[in-house]
């Protein structure tokens, strides 16, 4: 059996420990420009990616397995909106972060399992979840690329790690 602490524990890692200390270290190597700016057609800008991510997570998250109503403009989130800065963009996250704490605390523990349709695709709680994840791992990278384009810099993300270490618990 799924146990909800567990998943929403590694929700809360993967997206607040992780890609959101990510996306706000790749803010911080960037110019309010660049924020919007794409090598070409084809490749969002980071803004784009950002409000991306905050309309999926809404939708799959707290619409799709919290019953909150789902106005996304998907269309929308492709846009370019210069006069959103970077820190509207940290209040932007935090807000979502608290809504999707709260709302997942509260969720019961059999809508892990119970199916639903999100984006026309039939879907269980887990999966919806798991998909979040996914997604905002995979948007992040997309992030971390474009800032590292921009400056010219590293992320340091794993900086103090020993990463090549065969060292394991026990």
């Not at 803004?47 to 905050?54: A, D, N, T, W």
Request: glycine share 4%.
């Amino acid at each position: 059996m799924i146990r909800k602490e567990e998943v929403v524990k590694e929700f809360e890692l993967r997206i607040f420990e992780e890609s959101y200390k990510r996306i706000y270290k790749c803010l911080s190597m960037i110019d309010e420009n660049q924020l919007w700016d794409s090598p070409n057609g084809n490749i969002p800008s980071i803004g784009c990616l950002i409000l991306h991510l905050c309309g999926n997570a809404r939708q799959w998250v707290l619409s799709g397995l919290c019953d909150m109503p789902d106005n996304r403009n998907r269309e929308d989130e492709f846009v370019i909106h210069r006069n959103i800065r970077k820190s509207d963009f940290v209040f932007l996250l935090e807000n979502l972060k608290m809504q999707l704490k709260d709302n997942l605390k509260d969720m019961p523990e059999s809508q892990l399992v119970k199916h639903t349709k999100i984006q026309d695709f039939d879907v269980s709680g887990y999966s919806a979840i798991t998909h979040v994840i996914e997604h905002f791992s995979y948007h992040t990278g997309q992030i971390t690329f474009l800032a590292k384009l921009y400056s010219n810099q590293e992320t340091n993300y794993y900086s103090g790690l020993d990463l090549g270490s065969n060292n394991r618990l026990n």
